[in-house]
């Protein structure tokens, strides 16, 4: 089972530099709506301090969330390292996220455990540009091969998106948001949460509409100057009840809404539309047996992401167009978690196994005759996984985990990853190392789907593959009487991606031939100077090549710098400065378009951009917190995909409340 139980969220805070670990207490009038958090991914699927997992991990919890004013999944990934968001027109447009130089659909998602990439993209992969964040409490970034745990689509990593829970002190405890600003945009948000006896329960609702901007480049002169507008919807609903100490069962239904205009490049579409539902619902139980010692857990979860895009008639094409997708996932999980004795140096041992089953199906149609796309299809996949750590010494902390994954129809593949941290506590060192194999499967459409009488996918595709291994250090400096005065690390990666996916040679079907070359690091620098001041300064250098050609990546930077801080100059008010560079990135073939708007049949690179945002955030009442946050302030017209335009300088002024 995709789940770990974490003791206290001090762990974490206590860990590494990064946007959640180096904050004070929360000073948000909502910090009572935060529970012990149940859920975090981490390379083992054991409760383990973040500084004794070998893996490269970054979490942004709630306060971070609020107080650097990250209204949407798609601006908070953009501060982790490693990282980059590629965005393709608007609010609720399509952002690809690629983690350390790998392909888009190399990212594994999930909500609360449950996995949510959709099934009907032509991908497999995730939409990052489509959720907001109200009713979420923590994103969980976990860099580096992880389908030995996951299984398929964790080649690059995985991202877990944890939803708030109840308090556990409080039976009825009410909370909101309201927000408006530039654009037109308008949040409104409210909940309530408790516990009462055994059960608890949470009901949440949230709006976020704007008339945004034109992500179409304004610098293409046939651009009509339309905005997108974009209206989103979320509720999340969670029961639970505990029977006794360790014994739990629990419900949630989580349901999301998206209304967007959609541009192109390289002039506006005023008559493209889309909607974008998802829902996901799990039932899940976990008990603690013979005083701890085994953890038992059972999960049974449905997604469905249903999709629809309709382009009418207008003044630039009088055709019309009707596009449908509909993907549907349904899986049971079960795991469990054995604690095992110490034996000479050896301590904290502890063995995980589960067996994970799913089923997929899709209802697919797009365009028009005579390349109409289509797919039906459905497959089943099974996996069993098993992983053991200790810790050796009280400083040397090992790990190893093995998975075999079988998807109807096609061989099977099986993962392994082997770690190790070791901590020097006498000079304040902590090193880690960690290597391990990765698997992508492919998706429906890739398999099955169909274009007119042009293309056929292939059901013979083999999973794309991949090895690789990271190494990196950390070292904290103490001065002025602090002993985390200042940290600095780093993390060398290197990974290699074999079978990948490609058209064939006619353009008619698809064959597993291509292979990728990857290498990075990323340096981190935290400097404390004062308890009302925290500066954090993350640079990532990848080099990402065709294992053919040797040609650079698309859309893969070769740099990325991120500059943040955290200032505090009277108590409660807290300003939070961002900058964000992001270095030059090659562009594919058909997708780099001149000022004219003529695209261009080669690879060119996407200029740098820099992006300056700052939120500021006071508490005017003891459970009431003013805020207003600035994006874009120095009106970049920086094109993180080509052709579309990241939005204008924006500002919000909101309040956020706990009663």
Do not use: C
């Amino acid at each position: 089972m995709r789940r770990i139980l974490l003791t206290t969220a001090a762990i974490l805070a206590s860990a590494t530099p990064g946007l959640a670990q180096n904050s004070p207490p929360r000073s948000s009038p909502e910090q009572d709506l935060i529970a012990v958090p149940d859920t975090i991914v981490t390379a083992t699927g054991v409760p383990t301090p973040l500084a004794r997992v070998p893996a490269s991990i970054t979490v942004i919890d709630r306060r971070a969330i609020e107080e650097n004013g990250f209204a949407n999944l798609a601006e908070a990934l953009a501060t982790v390292p490693g990282l980059r968001v590629a965005q393709s027109g608007g609010p609720g447009q399509q952002a690809s996220v690629f983690i350390r130089g790998n392909s888009s659909r190399s990212t594994l998602v999930l909500m609360d455990g449950v996995p949510v990439n959709d099934p009907s993209d032509a991908n497999g992969a995730f939409n990052f540009g489509n959720e907001t964040l109200f009713d979420i409490e923590r994103i969980e970034v976990l860099r580096g091969p992880a389908s030995s745990l996951y299984g398929s689509a964790a080649v690059g990593g995985v991202i877990n998106l944890v939803t708030r829970r109840a308090p556990a002190d409080r039976q009825v405890m009410p909370y909101g948001e309201v927000a408006y600003g530039s654009s037109s945009t308008l949040r409104l948000g409210g909940g309530i949460a408790g516990t009462v006896g055994q059960f608890d329960y949470l009901a949440s609702l949230n709006n976020i509409s704007t008339r945004a901007s034109n992500a179409t480049a304004s610098r293409f002169w046939r651009t009509l100057g339309e905005t997108d507008g974009f209206n989103s919807t979320n509720a999340t609903a969670r029961l639970g009840y505990t029977f006794m100490p360790g014994t739990r069962v629990e419900g949630q239904l989580r349901w999301r809404e998206n209304r967007s205009g959609i541009d192109s490049v390289p002039r506006d579409d005023p008559n493209y539309t889309g909607d974008d539902r998802r829902w996901v619902g799990q039932i899940r139980g976990e008990s603690n047996l013979f005083d701890g010692r085994l953890t038992t857990g059972l999960r049974l979860a449905v997604t469905q992401d249903r999709r629809t895009y309709s382009n009418l008639p207008d003044i630039l094409s009088s055709a019309t167009t009707q596009d449908y997708y509909r993907g549907t996932r349904q899986s049971v999980d079960w795991g469990n978690v054995v604690r095992l004795p110490g034996f000479g140096p050896a301590t904290d041992g502890a063995i995980t196994f589960g067996v994970n089953y799913a089923h997929e199906d899709v209802t697919s149609f797009a365009g028009n005759v005579p390349f109409r796309s289509v797919t039906n299809a459905q497959q089943d996949s099974t996996a069993g996984h098993v992983a053991m750590q200790y810790r050796f010494w009280n400083a040397l902390d090992v790990t190893g985990g093995v998975r075999y994954d079988n998807v109807s129809d096609y061989t099977g593949y099986t993962s392994w990853r082997v770690g190790a941290v070791l901590a020097v506590p006498e000079t304040s060192v902590r090193i880690r190392a960690s290597g391990g194999t990765a698997f992508n499967a492919p998706s429906l459409n890739q398999r099955f789907g169909v274009i007119g009488n042009t293309f056929r996918g292939n059901p013979n595709l083999q999973p794309e593959t991949s090895i690789g291994y990271e190494f990196g250090a950390e070292m904290d400096f103490a001065a002025f009487n602090q002993a985390r005065f200042s940290t600095v690390g780093f993390t060398f990666f290197q990974q290699r991606v074999t079978n990948l996916i490609n058209f064939n040679a006619g353009f008619n079907t698809l064959v597993n031939v291509a292979s990728a070359n990857i290498k990075g690091v990323e340096l981190n620098w935290a400097l404390r100077p004062a308890p009302w001041l925290t500066t954090d300064v993350s640079w990532t250098i990848t080099d990402a090549t065709d294992g053919q050609t040797g040609q650079p990546l698309p859309r893969r930077p070769e740099s990325i710098v991120t500059v943040s801080a955290r200032v505090e100059p009277l108590p409660g008010l807290v300003i939070t400065p961002q900058v964000l560079f992001t270095g030059r990135s090659p562009e594919g073939p058909f997708a780099t378009y001149l000022d004219s708007g003529a695209s261009v049949n080669a690879m060119r690179y996407n200029k740098s951009g820099t992006l300056f945002n700052l939120t500021a955030t006071y508490p005017v009442l003891p459970q009431v917190n003013v805020y207003l946050e600035g994006r874009n302030l120095t009106d970049s017209k920086w094109e993180p995909v080509n052709g579309f335009q990241t939005p204008g300088r924006s500002v919000i002024i909101g309040s956020r409340f706990v009663f």
